[in-house]
């Protein structure tokens, strides 16, 4: 049994905060961004938290399915800005939906958390203990962005998507691959909180995003077509019957050069991230969202999904739509 996708769903924040709107507050401009980055837009929270945005792109993906929340066996929620420690947002998510029978749980692998999850819960059907799934990558980074850093504040965005897997004979995913190099961890990071106490007679503080740009677009440029090719490789498919490669929306010009290094046109790279931004875990569903709402997806086509982020972290998948 695979994991097959049986609904989409996507929900994001009301607000919308333009490039023109960032230069308001920090010394940049549209074209400084968009030259760099491909991003125009990006929607930003005013109140609502990573749980409530994860819990209406869930409600979404249902519809889209026709699965009852209670009928679910599993929801696993991809996020590296949950609205609490604990207890997890995933556990927020079920009570919200009802979906009574579900085992819930977050993880974080940053921006490849959509893909883990979807690796995750393959293993669960591969295994025969789970039938049903719901996986989500969602994301407030408003609030863990230093919005007076200019090389970080101007990439990114909130929002969640939202996937429901069904276990199935046919068709669904065909293969994938994880990986992570903890060497590289300090490239992309957030603490959570400074530790504190009355032993050290200090309080513990939380922190901002810190990124180290260049690494980051080095370590993407080489992971995207490192993981497809080894997904070519390990299932014999051909880089032609591949329709299209959905890549985490970092930045645009990762997506370009990762094209270029598989030798592949850009046609093939389907992009949203001039109206989102990097939405970090949210990022692969709502393009998904979007690609199935302009009718590109068709029953049969085969996609590539690749995420990459901090860890560093990477994963990719190969399905049949």
Same mark, same amino acid.
């Given at each position: /049994?695979?994991?097959? &996708?049986?609904? !989409? ?66 929801? !696993? ?15 927020? #998510? ?31 059907? /591969? ?13 407030? %980074? ?52 400074? %530790?504190? $106490? ?22 993407? #440029? ?19 019957? !591949? ?7 970092? $930045? ?31 990022? &692969? ?18 996609? &590539? ?17």
């Amino acid at each position: /049994m695979t994991a097959k &996708i049986a609904g !989409i769903g996507a929900y994001v924040p009301e607000r919308i905060v333009t490039n023109d709107d960032l230069a308001k507050i920090v010394e940049t401009s549209d074209e400084w961004i968009y030259s760099r980055t491909g991003i125009r837009e990006r929607h930003i929270s005013t109140g609502e938290g990573t749980k409530e945005l994860a819990t209406e792109a869930a409600r979404r993906a249902l519809l889209a399915s026709g699965v009852r929340p209670e009928d679910l066996d599993l929801i !696993i929620l991809g996020t590296s800005s949950p609205d609490h420690n604990f207890p997890s947002d995933a556990c927020g #998510v079920q009570a919200a939906l009802g979906a009574v029978n579900a085992v819930a749980f977050d993880i974080s692998a940053a921006c490849a958390g959509f893909i883990f999850a979807m690796n995750i819960v393959q293993g669960f059907f /591969m295994a025969g203990v789970y039938k049903t799934a719901l996986i989500i990558g969602a994301e407030t %980074l408003s609030k863990v962005t230093d919005w007076g850093d200019r090389s970080t504040c101007v990439l990114f965005g909130d929002g969640a998507g939202a996937a429901v897997l069904k276990s199935s004979e046919d068709g669904g995913i065909l293969d994938m691959v994880m990986g992570a190099d903890g060497t590289k961890g300090s490239a992309l990071s957030c603490t959570s909180r400074t %530790l504190g $106490n009355f032993l050290l007679g200090t309080a513990p503080q939380t922190g901002f995003m810190a990124m180290d740009g260049q690494e980051v677009f080095r370590f993407a #440029v080489r992971k995207i077509p490192e993981s497809v090719e080894l997904l070519l490789k390990k299932t014999g498919i051909s880089r032609q019957e !591949i329709k299209y490669y959905v890549l985490h929306q970092a $930045n645009e010009r990762i997506i370009e050069a990762a094209a270029k290094r598989l030798g592949e046109p850009m046609k093939k790279f389907p992009t949203s991230i001039a109206r989102y931004g990097n939405t970090s875990s949210a990022s &692969i569903p709502l393009l998904l969202n979007e690609m199935q709402g302009r009718g590109m997806l068709e029953k049969g086509d085969t996609l &590539i999904l690749s995420g990459f982020g901090a860890g560093m972290t990477w994963g990719a998948v190969l399905l049949e739509w």
